[in-house]
């Protein structure tokens, strides 16, 4: 490439050489002269020296940190480009003249001097207050994904320069060709990289603030995941790079880590920053009132949970009286309490009695404040804590409940009878099930339970013996007295300030625990819904079951179009007659299915269908149904949305649309309703709410991502939920749509108003384009074209004809389609990224295929036959890529056009017959299908109206396909499962099953 030609006329280094690190690694892969010189990394120092523009053109070396993509035409106006580049960023020395280069640095100077004061003192921390929330420079790569002389180019890796920030708005400009660079490069693009997994090469990623503990270690410890991993992770996080785009595009770099292990790091890194900004915040008020000392910053810096800030903040606290260790502070006792430890045989307590002053009127007032600040001092101190955390992982700590005195009101007796279970309960910590946690959370709440953490009395004495001997023991001979002293304040420590602080971390960190899961939970239900295998190409008749106000029916077509609404009253002594209507309406429209939902009445209109099918009073028509859940149907009917899609129809007809669209194709239809409205979970109204809204949107975005969209014909609430697209830019994608006819390619994405480099590259790989709509659309447009105004050229069968070009007319701000040639390209149907168009192209230079054959039996022959000559992993080596990328390529070439992955998921299952509570026998054996999931148990539909429970103690990994194990695709909503009846309650109408395998 071009690209790579200029790498070489400038001499720069190669950054990938032989291990092909990723260069945000490449600190740990220079020379070991370099590594001797300082053994500790320092990433302010290397940073800023890497930013610097030279000084000297005679006396410094020329450096290059960026290579620039062929697009900008650089040499043509070198005064233009040096002045709009980013004035902090290293700019290519041998294409700006000597003249530009004086202007630079002038205008760099001039910006240094109008920046904050601090500069003048610290000048390693130049840029410390425009980054972004991580400095990032270490994980900056900027290597190709592989070199060639393909037709098209692929997007370079540029760094994500000192002062310059992402800035993902409407706002956000495109790319642009044959015109100077931008003042901003906005996003940073990372081609495929290669994982190191050497302690060696994994650099510290530095905070903006500081604490006394690495965020990548502690990160690495609380989601056990190796620490490269997660330095990778902040900074493709740090780049603005979504969920989705990382764990397909970027596998290389996380370790082949599922989106749900991603979403885990992001919470957990989240919760980090968020201790962080506390701390400083902290730090800076109590500063302000002139209290901070050099103990107190130490102790705030160590703090790695919002518990142990607000445990060291609080006695600085606004309106706070202050603790008995800060009032003996005031009489001016901790001199003494520090000679106790260090100097007892000096320390005389009588000298400080002053009978006129309060606290210092006699000895025992005395040794009580002394005896406070001492308590304070080892409740506060690092290692002492360390050493009461680590003695109680080895002891039983439990959790205990009991019922509440004052919940023996009338009233409350049926919300008392529900906490059964946790009225004398008692459970190690380290065997309690979250679901449990949460249950007891919400008794406490309600006032119906009392909850306490018990430490057993052995940690106490055991900790009090090491504090006296090991940790504080006196550095000299000490008096009995002044022992006594000593061995009062480590009891009152403990129990005044260290015991209430760890049950308050127990209690925090179970909770938080509990709430992960469950929401993580509530994602892979969520997740197995959305993916249920859509049922395409039939005409569907979806019913809102009713007494009162009647069954709503709504008939719709293959392609979801409404063609037909009705009301029909089957509970009301009409039914013989009704069904005359429903029979003609299945007849008239050779409706074959019916979707009925899970609502009030939906037993009873299961039954109605179901003796009617069991007669064959539908013939000729072989009718069969489904059940589908369908909560959140009536909120979306009233929605503005539902009224903007279906004007004029009434909200329970609409009902009976959505419900037969989520059967037609469920992840189009379920992404307009709220995901927590969805109802696939468990305690969801007692998680955090803010988490539990970004997992579920995550969630639905890596789903709607996976699937990909047809961009030609999808709806603008389908689209808005792509990675890297947001509402706005969902609505000028159609708005651009509408008003100049269908896309033709991935690149003219990069015409839509606020969808700038960032955006495209997060969202090119996830959207379609169907090559036989876009053929017929082309051929059709040049026949009626005469005027040549438009020029249309439709390449697909030259593999050096697949880029296209697009030439800015006039300013930045119109994004209007410019007049070029529009050329499709069979690439942009496949999961393969632009980015990789180059490394696809050589690829099927080398097997001899060409783009026509993309999705075809022979294609499949081809790739299989070279890759069992070569193997995938030197194929890959020679290609200069990843195996992950790879892989990517040849999936893309092999599967067939509008492949849909999830047809690898269970379908609805269809029925004829049901049966009722009352037929079944401990021991019969039922196939059903998972209705949810919870921590506790898994909830079946066996078709007797009434889900069975299958207790989480029956859900073993011997009895799930190998398939199933996996994190990201475990048992939920739409598995269908053969289960045993093991135990049927028929008042409470609860039946418990045993799971016998997974079909």
């Given at each position: 490439m071009s690209s790579l030609s200029r790498r070489a006329k400038l001499k720069v280094q190669a950054v990938v050489a032989k291990d092909e690190l990723p260069s945000f690694l490449e600190s740990s892969s220079e020379s070991e002269e370099d590594n001797d010189k300082d053994s500790s990394w320092e990433p302010q120092k290397k940073a800023t020296n890497s930013l610097k523009l030279p000084i000297s053109n005679k006396n410094k070396p020329k450096k290059v940190s960026v290579v620039q993509k062929k697009g900008p035409q650089i040499s043509s106006s070198p005064r233009k480009v040096a002045i709009k580049e980013e004035l902090n960023r290293s700019v290519l020395i041998d294409d700006v003249s000597e003249d530009s280069k004086d202007e630079l640095?002038?205008?760099?100077?001039?910006?240094?001097?109008?920046?904050?004061?601090?500069?003048?003192?610290?000048?390693?921390?130049?840029?410390?207050?425009?980054?972004?929330?991580?400095?990032?420079?270490?994980?900056?790569?900027?290597?190709?994904?592989?070199?060639?002389?393909?037709?098209?180019?692929?997007?370079?890796?540029?760094?994500?320069?000192?002062?310059?920030?992402?800035?993902?708005?409407?706002?956000?400009?495109?790319?642009?060709?044959?015109?100077?660079?931008?003042?901003?490069?906005?996003?940073?693009?990372?081609?495929?990289?290669?994982?190191?997994?050497?302690?060696?090469?994994?650099?510290?990623?530095?905070?903006?603030?500081?604490?006394?503990?690495?965020?990548?270690?502690?990160?690495?410890?609380?989601?056990?995941?190796?620490?490269?991993?997660?330095?990778?992770?902040?900074?493709?996080?740090?780049?603005?790079?979504?969920?989705?785009?990382?764990?397909?595009?970027?596998?290389?770099?996380?370790?082949?880590?599922?989106?749900?292990?991603?979403?885990?790091?992001?919470?957990?890194?989240?919760?980090?920053?968020?201790?962080?900004?506390?701390?400083?915040?902290?730090?800076?008020?109590?500063?302000?009132?002139?209290?901070?000392?050099e103990s107190l910053l130490t102790s705030l810096l160590n703090c790695k949970t919002l518990e142990e800030l607000d445990h060291v903040s609080a006695p600085y606290k606004t309106g706070s009286k202050g603790t008995k260790a800060q009032r003996a502070k005031q009489l001016g006792l901790e001199g003494a309490a520090k000679t106790l430890l260090e100097n007892p045989g000096t320390l005389n307590l009588l000298s400080f009695v002053k009978p006129n002053v309060k606290g210092l009127s006699t000895l025992q007032e005395i040794e009580m404040g002394v005896q406070h600040i001492l308590a304070d001092m080892f409740a506060k101190d690092k290692d002492t804590l360390d050493f009461i955390r680590k003695l109680c992982s080895r002891r039983y700590v439990c959790i205990q409940s009991s019922l509440a005195k004052v919940s023996s009101k009338n009233e409350r007796e049926k919300d008392v009878s529900k906490f059964q279970l946790y009225q004398n309960f008692s459970c190690n910590i380290k065997n309690i099930q979250h679901h449990q946690i949460l249950a007891i959370n919400r008794g406490e709440n309600l006032k119906i339970l009392t909850v306490k953490v018990n430490i057993p009395d052995k940690v106490k004495n055991e900790f009090c013996s090491w504090c006296v001997q090991n940790r504080w023991r006196p550095l000299q001979f000490a008096?009995?007295?002044?022992?006594?002293?000593?061995?009062?304040?480590?009891?009152?420590?403990?129990?005044?300030?260290?015991?209430?602080?760890?049950?308050?971390?127990?209690?925090?960190?179970?909770?938080?625990?509990?709430?992960?899961?469950?929401?993580?939970?509530?994602?892979?239900?969520?997740?197995?819904?959305?993916?249920?295998?859509?049922?395409?190409?039939?005409?569907?008749?979806?019913?809102?079951?009713?007494?009162?106000?009647?069954?709503?029916l709504a008939i719709i077509s293959p392609t979801s179009q409404i063609l037909h609404t009705d009301v029909v009253y089957l509970h009301s002594g009409q039914g013989f007659?009704?069904?005359?209507?429903?029979?003609?309406?299945?007849?008239?429209?050779?409706?074959?299915?019916?979707?009925?939902?899970?609502?009030?009445?939906?037993?009873?209109?299961?039954?109605?269908?179901?003796?009617?099918?069991?007669?064959?009073?539908?013939?000729?028509?072989?009718?069969?149904?489904?059940?589908?859940?369908?909560a959140g149907a009536s909120i979306y009917s009233v929605s503005p949305e539902a009224n903007k899609e279906m004007p004029g129809l009434d909200p329970n007809l609409r009902s009976a649309v959505s419900i037969a669209r989520r059967v037609q194709d469920p992840l189009a239809e379920l992404v307009k309703i709220e995901p927590k409205h969805i109802g696939v979970g468990m305690y969801q109204h007692d998680v955090s709410q803010t988490l539990l809204k970004a997992t579920l949107d995550s969630v639905v975005e890596e789903c709607v991502s996976f699937v990909g969209v047809d961009i030609n014909i999808c709806s603008e609430i389908l689209l808005r939920h792509i990675a890297g697209l947001?509402?706005?830019?969902?609505?000028?994608?159609?708005?651009?749509?509408?008003?100049?006819?269908?896309?033709i390619n991935r690149e003219q994405l990069k015409n839509v108003k606020g969808l700038g480099p960032k955006s495209f590259q997060q969202c090119a790989g996830f959207i379609r384009f169907n090559q036989d709509y876009i053929r017929t659309f082309c051929s059709s447009l040049q026949n009626e074209s005469s005027s040549g105004d438009q020029v249309l050229s439709i390449a697909v069968t030259t593999p050096v004809d697949v880029q296209f070009t697009d030439e800015k007319q006039g300013?930045?701000?119109?994004?209007?389609?410019?007049?070029?040639?529009?050329?499709?390209?069979?690439?942009?149907?496949?999961?393969?990224?632009?980015?990789?168009?180059?490394?696809?192209?050589?690829?099927?230079?080398?097997?001899?295929?060409?783009?026509?054959?993309?999705?075809?039996?022979?294609?499949?022959?081809?790739?299989?036959?070279?890759?069992?000559k070569e193997g995938v992993e030197?194929?890959?080596?020679?290609?200069?890529?990843?195996?992950?990328?790879?892989?990517?390529?040849?999936?893309?070439?092999?599967?067939?056009?509008?492949?849909?992955?999830?047809?690898?998921?269970?379908?609805?299952?269809?029925?004829?017959?049901?049966?009722?509570?009352?037929?079944?026998?401990?021991?019969?054996?039922?196939?059903?299908?998972?209705?949810?999931?919870?921590?506790?148990?898994?909830?079946?539909?066996?078709?007797?109206?009434?889900?069975?429970?299958?207790?989480?103690?029956?859900?073993?990994?011997?009895?799930?396909?190998?398939?199933?194990?996996?994190?990201?695709?475990?048992?939920?909503?739409?598995?269908?499962?053969?289960?045993?009846?093991?135990?049927?309650?028929?008042?409470?109408?609860?039946?418990?099953?045993?799971l016998i395998r997974v079909l």
């Open positions: 640095r002038i205008l760099q100077n001039h910006k240094t001097t109008s920046s904050t004061r601090k500069r003048v003192s610290n000048k390693p921390r130049i840029q410390k207050a425009k980054n972004l929330k991580v400095e990032e420079v270490i994980c900056r790569t900027d290597n190709l994904d592989g070199g060639g002389d393909g037709g098209i180019e692929i997007p370079s890796r540029s760094t994500m320069q000192g002062g310059s920030s992402i800035k993902m708005g409407e706002d956000e400009e495109d790319l642009t060709f044959g015109e100077p660079p931008l003042k901003k490069i906005k996003s940073t693009m990372f081609p495929q990289g290669q994982p190191v997994k050497t302690a060696g090469n994994v650099g510290k990623v530095q905070e903006e603030l500081e604490m006394n503990w690495d965020i990548v270690q502690v990160l690495s410890e609380r989601t056990n995941i190796e620490p490269w991993v997660c330095a990778n992770i902040i900074c493709l996080f740090n780049d603005d790079n979504t969920i989705p785009f990382i764990a397909r595009y970027r596998k290389e770099l996380i370790n082949n880590l599922d989106a749900d292990a991603l979403r885990e790091v992001q919470q957990t890194l989240d919760e980090l920053r968020i201790v962080a900004k506390k701390t400083h915040a902290t730090i800076q008020k109590i500063k302000k009132e002139g209290k901070l000392s008096r009995p007295e002044l022992m006594k002293i000593l061995h009062d304040s480590i009891e009152d420590s403990y129990k005044r300030l260290i015991c209430p602080l760890l049950c308050r971390e127990y209690r925090s960190k179970l909770t938080s625990d509990a709430e992960k899961e469950s929401i993580m939970m509530f994602g892979r239900n969520l997740r197995q819904l959305l993916l249920t295998s859509p049922v395409p190409g039939r005409t569907l008749m979806g019913v809102d079951p009713g007494y009162k106000h009647g069954c709503k007659r009704e069904a005359e209507k429903i029979k003609r309406l299945l007849l008239n429209f050779n409706c074959s299915t019916i979707v009925i939902g899970n609502g009030t009445a939906c037993r009873e209109t299961e039954a109605y269908f179901a003796d009617l099918i069991m007669k064959k009073y539908f013939a000729p028509l072989d009718v069969v149904y489904c059940i589908v859940n369908e947001n509402a706005s830019r969902a609505k000028n994608i159609i708005e651009w749509r509408e008003k100049n006819g269908p896309f300013k930045k701000k119109s994004k209007t389609a410019p007049k070029v040639a529009l050329k499709p390209n069979p690439l942009d149907q496949t999961c393969i990224h632009p980015e990789s168009y180059d490394t696809a192209m050589r690829f099927l230079s080398l097997i001899g295929g060409n783009l026509c054959e993309i999705g075809k039996p022979e294609m499949q022959q081809k790739i299989n036959s070279f890759l069992q030197e194929i890959a080596k020679s290609l200069k890529t990843t195996v992950h990328t790879l892989q990517i390529i040849i999936d893309g070439l092999s599967q067939p056009e509008s492949f849909d992955f999830r047809t690898d998921f269970d379908k609805p299952d269809f029925k004829r017959s049901i049966v009722c509570l009352e037929d079944l026998n401990v021991g019969t054996i039922l196939t059903g299908k998972v209705e949810n999931a919870t921590l506790f148990g898994i909830f079946v539909d066996i078709g007797v109206g009434r889900s069975g429970l299958i207790p989480i103690r029956n859900v073993t990994e011997a009895k799930l396909s190998k398939v199933k194990k996996r994190r990201s695709l475990g048992l939920g909503p739409g598995e269908r499962v053969e289960v045993k009846v093991i135990n049927i309650d028929i008042p409470r109408s609860r039946i418990t099953l045993d």
